[in-house]
């Protein structure tokens, strides 16, 4: 039995009303998750929000919390944790997590960063060692795998592309995700999406092929042939 943690992120919904204005990563994680639940007769997903549901900043006062050890935690304190506490929990019972993410102004949308403020927390998802020299971080949490479904206006922010130095959302997440316990990264990206053209219908059709083999990998069964759509299809 897999557990998935499914998280999206964009501010816009998957079944936006105003034509052409649906979220496109929502509607690549929707896709995976049906892949993997048609495919797979043991799993549970887990869904949260943070889209249109975001977790509050960390604040001072959440700082002091998470650095006062549990014992000595004033029941203000623990009030204050309960979120994060909960949001942690399901980071835990996690083997894959799947991210749904647009990129905003290069890098991740602050509901997405306040969701890794609230979980990556110290004692819980890593620990602090000095001993460990010039890298006291260590992840608690391993064996994870981590899934990130992306949409980009602009092109260009994979390896070696005319934007890579600009794209701080897929290694952001990469990086943040060592310290969940994360040990297989798998990032699937449509681009293009500002320009309306066929790149980026292409784009969405390659997306949506890669997530539909990736789901097939990471299940263990043999991905199975794509059923032959037009390139311009859009997202269902
Ligand atoms: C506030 C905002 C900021 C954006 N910033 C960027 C950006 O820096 N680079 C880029 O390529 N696209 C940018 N875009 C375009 C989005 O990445 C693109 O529309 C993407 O499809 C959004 O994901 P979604 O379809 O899942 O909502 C931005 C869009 C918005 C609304």
Not at 162 to 176: A, D, F, K, Q, Y
Request: proline share 6%; charged share 25%.
């Amino acid at each position: 039995m897999k557990t998935i943690l499914h998280i999206d992120s964009s501010a816009r919904r998957g079944d936006n009303p105003v034509s052409g204005h649906g979220s496109i990563s929502r509607r690549l994680g929707a896709r995976f998750i049906r892949e993997w639940t048609q495919h797979s007769s043991a799993h549970r997903v887990i869904h949260r929000d943070v889209g249109l549901c975001p977790p509050p900043f960390i604040s001072q006062d959440w700082i002091a919390a998470a650095f006062t050890p549990p014992a000595q935690r004033s029941p203000a304190q623990v009030e204050l944790l309960a979120l994060s506490d909960q949001l942690i929990d399901e980071v835990r019972r996690a083997d894959v997590i799947v991210i749904t993410a647009p990129m905003y102004n290069y890098g991740m949308p602050a509901a997405l960063k306040a969701w890794f403020d609230q979980i990556v927390r110290v004692n819980e998802t890593f620990t602090f060692d000095l001993d460990r020299g010039d890298f006291p971080l260590a992840p608690v949490f391993s064996g994870k795998t981590l899934v990130l479904l992306a949409s980009t206006g602009e092109f260009g922010f994979g390896l070696g592309g005319v934007r890579e130095h600009m794209n701080h959302l897929g290694p952001h997440i990469e990086v943040l995700g060592h310290y969940l316990g994360v040990e297989r990264f798998h990032e699937i990206r449509v681009e293009y999406q500002e320009f309306g053209d066929d790149r980026h219908a292409a784009s969405i059709e390659r997306a949506r092929r890669a997530v539909v083999d990736l789901a097939g990998e990471l299940i263990g069964s043999t991905p199975k042939k794509w059923p032959p759509d037009t390139a311009s299809a859009a997202l269902r």
